[in-house]
């Protein structure tokens, strides 16, 4: 005969029969109480399909939470207490007992996910190991008896991440990072819609965070006009997940320059505004001279407003490699820099 003394779970199992002694049984079948061998062998295949190990012909059976498969709380431990969450941040969330598939929780600008039954939950800033237990603490208190919550960062199967467009875009927001494909600068903004009529195009901020120190960051100025007029694929930054895209105003700056010919990096480049920019600067902020410049015969053509037309030549290396920082000039809006190449005799 099976013998069972469980002790109540949770409310949702209290359909579940608990005694403290062995039952007596009567020639019927039954035991004193009208408890039928029918009626044990129904109870004990109910449990069994809940995940309860029941031990046959004992004197008494515990169930003990903690070996139970429903849920124990202990695995929490197991869980990441390395990475703290972020805005934009997609959450795998679960509670062991209710035996059902993970939702994604987002985390919103707030700061706060959004959790079944308990409403909003702060989680940026915290391990899933921390927000697992402040959750499961809050559905012990009106809903579970226990809750073994889980938490992980959700893998979108078809994405790799994703990265925040801000500023002057015609859509900011968060712009997914397509599995088999590598999210530009280039390509993010124009994923957000593009630049809007105010937008500076010369200076676009990447603030690219450590995943393991969030205090820590890094920033990195992209000229995405260069890219897109002049096809420099070679200066559009790769982005990681996460990355912020800020798109700045136009009027943030002073206006741009162009450097041309026997330097590195050639291309539109923006004068910071409220900042005066030597011409040895803006010629080392284009990447400096290549083997071939001439440094000493550097052409700046300048236009008034009128549209009468400079054409200054400055000798830059007497300013760079002799330090003779009177040769040096201010650089202006509109600016176009020309370093011409040296002749090759052989």
């Known amino acids: 005969m099976r013998i ?20 007596p049984q009567t020639d019927s079948g039954r035991d004193a109480d009208g408890f039928s061998q029918e009626s044990g062998t129904k109870l004990v295949e109910s449990a069994e399909s809940r995940g309860f190990s029941i031990v046959e012909n004992a004197e008494k059976v515990d169930v003990d939470l903690d070996v139970t498969r429903i849920g124990r709380p202990e695995t929490m431990e197991l869980l990441d207490s390395t990475r703290e969450f972020m805005l934009g941040d997609r959450l795998e969330y679960m509670v062991a007992e209710d035996r059902e598939e993970p939702i994604v929780l987002f985390v919103a600008e707030d700061g706060r996910v959004d959790v079944p039954l308990i409403g909003k939950v702060q989680a940026k800033g915290k391990n899933a190991r921390t927000l697992a237990k402040d959750i499961s603490k809050l559905l012990e208190v009106d809903y579970y008896y226990q809750a073994t919550v889980h938490i992980s960062e959700h893998r979108d199967a078809r994405t790799r991440g994703q990265v925040f467009v801000m500023g002057q875009v015609l859509d900011q927001g968060i712009v997914s990072i397509p599995k088999s494909e590598v999210m530009t600068v280039s390509r993010a903004i124009l994923a957000a819609g593009g630049f809007t009529p105010r937008s500076d195009p010369t200076r676009v901020t990447v603030i690219r965070r450590d995943r393991e120190d969030v205090e820590e960051e890094k920033r990195m100025e992209v000229n995405v006009a260069e890219i897109l007029e002049q096809g420099r694929l070679d200066k559009d930054l790769v982005l990681q997940p996460n990355d912020l895209v800020f798109v700045a105003m136009r009027g943030d700056s002073s206006g741009t320059y162009t450097v041309s010919g026997a330097v590195r990096s050639p291309g539109v480049y923006p004068i910071a505004g409220g900042q005066d920019l030597l011409l040895s600067q803006a010629i080392l902020q284009a990447g400096g001279f290549d083997e071939f410049a001439k440094g000493s015969a550097v052409k700046v053509v300048r236009f008034d407003e009128n549209g009468g037309r400079e054409d200054l030549v400055i000798d830059v290396d007497e300013v760079l490699e002799e330090g003779n920082r009177d040769a040096d000039i201010m650089v202006k809006a509109g600016d176009q820099i020309i370093i011409p190449e040296k002749w090759i005799s052989f």
Do not use: E
């Open 4 to 23: 069972i003394l469980l002790t109540l779970i949770t409310a949702a199992f209290s359909s579940l029969y608990a005694q403290d002694s062995v039952l």
